[in-house]
């Protein structure tokens, strides 16, 4: 009997049926057909206003399988310096990043590390730059000239980019050049609506006095020296040469529309877009979004008025098809949590095969949509941890938990209604609809709940014994991207505040049977 149970305490009897396994996803598709594990702001392990830059971020995330991490660089008074602008927060390096990203990259996962950095310093600090990355990475560091290079058809794969280093900033030679094309859609669309317009409904006489005003007005600006005509310089790109050598698969630009509406981008030019912006895209053209991310890199980060570093839930845009979402990895939050569950899987690589809806080929999945139960029999708990305050510390007049389970399902809002039937409802369900960030709340996305009864004054062995019935819809059977959540809580407590324990798992790597979760409290 003791073997037994000892058995289904075991990592071998695991909820999650990845556990303990190695990189078994194929690792040859191009980059962009996979999830990165990807940090926001990475050098700062606290506020994001008076927070501390340091490089121990950095290891953390890259020993937890990050594969993308994040550099703000401004100018420095003797060589580049690594802080969030306009804010108090205190400075790092740029040369000791680097050397830490070095040494820290490659030890629990061998594939590419992605630096995204926003550059903020002139010509002559970029050169620096560069000379602190050449140097620190070595070969592993992604170059090449900017002459002459042939256009790609598609980007590497993460195995193609074993043990390498990308860059990705803006190169501002693109992005003139795309806000060029935009400009020039914007004018013919615009031309084109002008004839429509003159065409449907035409005045001689407006025409006429139209006419006069604009030719009085073209004189009026030329007495000023205002040439109507006249093409408006153009501001010198200051850009360092050797800085754009750096952006080869990785080139940041700016994001001018999706779908028919925007310019034609190419395979290696990624944009950032803001969990704001993001979410404006997925109500206005998810399937865009989709399809853009077929071939394509997109970077989503948290919203900047957020100043505590909460999370949004990163899988509403996991279903949009986007890459590298950031999160703050110094916030334990529901954010973080579903990303670690997440990242879990393939080995801890840091790379995760996106679900075959999401991949080029196969885009009728997205018309399936289909609704399911899940069951689940929440049986017992062991040795909980006595109540602790806010602060931490236990509370001693009332150190034994009265504790309940919540189940919840964490689902993409990839449909406008929920599946949610009215027996559901009446066996205790409890809908919480999909949200918007807030100055101090994160974007959330639908969740379906079930709780149990409370079993009084018993942390040791608590026993529940009960059956739940979840109900969610499915898109494309991508439950890769619908999440379970288990959670233990204090009777009397409100949902805001911390919870006994929680454990987090993808419902697709749910294995079933009678299985144990070892719960972090």
Not at 294 to 320: C, D, M, Q
Not at 451 to 463: L, S
Request: overall charge neutral; proline content about 6%; hydrophobic content about 35%.
């Amino acid at each position: 009997m003791e073997g037994f149970t000892n058995y289904l305490l075991s990592p071998d009897n695991s909820t999650f049926a990845e556990k303990e396994k190695t990189v078994w996803q194929e690792m040859t598709h191009p980059i962009s057909e996979y999830f990165i594990s990807s940090s926001h702001n990475t050098y700062l392990v606290g506020h994001q206003l008076v927070g501390v830059s340091t490089i121990e971020g950095y290891i953390r995330a890259l020993l937890h399988s990050c594969r993308s991490v994040e550099l703000d660089i401004w100018e420095g008074d003797e060589e580049p310096m690594i802080y969030h602008g306009k804010t108090l927060t205190k400075k790092v390096s740029l040369r000791e990043v680097c050397n830490a990203i070095a040494k820290y990259a490659f030890v629990t996962s061998p594939y590419p590390v992605l630096i995204s950095a926003e550059v903020h310093c002139g010509v002559a600090q970029q050169e620096k730059m560069v000379d602190i990355m050449t140097t620190a990475f070595g070969d592993k560091l992604i170059q090449a000239p900017v002459d002459g290079r042939p256009p790609l058809t598609r980007l590497p794969s993460p195995e193609d980019l074993n043990h390498k280093v990308l860059l990705k900033a803006k190169n501002l030679f693109v992005v003139e050049q795309l806000a060029a094309a935009q400009a020039k859609l914007a004018a013919e669309k615009q031309a084109f609506l002008e004839a429509e317009a003159s065409s449907s409904s035409e005045s001689s006489d407006d025409e006429e006095g139209g006419g006069t005003f604009k030719s009085l007005k073209d004189k009026w600006n030329k007495l000023r020296g205002k040439d109507p005509k006249a093409t408006p310089d153009k501001p010198k790109v200051k850009m360092s040469l050797r800085l754009a050598a750096l952006l080869v698969y990785t080139i940041g630009v700016k994001c001018h529309g999706i779908g028919e509406d925007g310019v034609a981008y190419a395979p290696e030019h990624i944009f950032s877009l803001s969990e704001s912006s993001a979410n404006k895209v997925l109500t206005a053209s998810m399937d865009n979004l989709i399809k853009h991310n077929h071939t394509h890199l997109v970077r989503i980060y948290p919203k900047g008025t957020r100043v505590n570093s909460t999370n949004f839930e990163p899988h509403r845009y996991w279903a949009g098809g986007a890459q590298v979402v950031a999160i703050n990895w110094q916030t334990f939050d529901m954010g973080y949590v579903m990303n670690q569950a997440m990242f879990q899987r393939n080995g801890r690589s840091g790379y995760v095969l996106k679900p075959d809806a999401l991949r080029p080929g196969h885009e009728d999945l997205l018309l399936k949509r289909t609704q399911h139960f899940l069951d689940v029999r929440i049986i017992s708990a062991q040795q909980l941890p006595p109540l602790r305050d806010s602060k931490g510390k236990e509370v001693y007049d009332k150190s034994i938990p009265d504790p309940f389970v919540e189940v919840s399902l964490l689902i993409p809002d990839w449909s406008k209604s929920p599946f949610l039937p009215e027996s559901a409802t009446k066996a205790g369900a409890k809908y919480s609809p999909p949200t918007g960030a807030t100055a101090t709340s994160a974007t959330s996305a639908r969740t379906i709940s079930f709780k149990t009864k409370v079993v009084w004054d018993n942390g040791f062995n608590p026993v529940w014994n009960e059956h739940l019935h979840l109900p969610f819809d499915c898109v494309g059977g991508m439950t890769d991207l619908i999440f379970v959540k288990f959670t233990v809580r204090q009777e009397g407590k409100d949902d805001d505040d911390d919870p006994i324990a929680i454990y987090c798992v993808p419902l697709g790597t749910l294995n079933q049977g009678h299985f144990s979760s070892t719960i972090p409290f």
